[in-house]
Nanobody
Framework: QVQLVESGGGLVQAGGSLRLSCTASGRSFSTYAMGWFRQAPGKEREFVAAISRSGGRTYYIDSVKGRFTISRDSAEKTVYLQMNSLKPEDTAVFYC?????????????????WGQGTQVTVSS
């Protein structure tokens, strides 16, 4: 079992930055690839970014490439999502998730464990 707790959400003006954190407890963090997903009001949950177990591979949805950076710290059992140049359309509840899979990390059905979510609101 893995428990995931997100933090770092909040209200920010367009063009601003936030860093989301997701800290894991339970089984070995290094055996899981990690992903960030988001769900905006009235929309389906979508993939945002993912990072492999080793941290050597990262993946992003096109709309955040060049603005968001995913990283992980195995010692801290934490995955981060640095979000820069935020836009109002980034407003959503952001979730982190863990999977024992190593490929197809854009697919939310690959993930076994989910956090409770953290709200990100970007004002125009």
């Amino acid at each position: 079992q893995v428990q995931l707790v997100e933090s770092g959400g909040g209200l920010v003006q367009a063009g601003g930055s936030l860093r989301l954190s997701c800290t894991a407890s339970g089984r070995s963090f290094s055996t899981y690839a990690m992903g960030w997903f988001r769900q905006a009001p009235g929309k389906e949950r979508e993939f945002v970014a993912a990072i492999s177990r080793s941290g050597g591979r990262t993946y992003y949805i096109d709309s955040v490439k060049g603005r968001f950076t995913i990283s992980r710290d195995s010692a801290e059992k934490t995955v981060y999502l640095q979000m820069n140049s935020l836009k109002p359309e980034d407003t959503a509840v952001f979730y982190c998730a863990a999977t024992a899979e190593e490929y197809g990390l854009e697919n939310q059905w690959k993930y076994n464990y989910w956090g409770q979510g953290t709200q990100v609101t970007v004002s125009s």
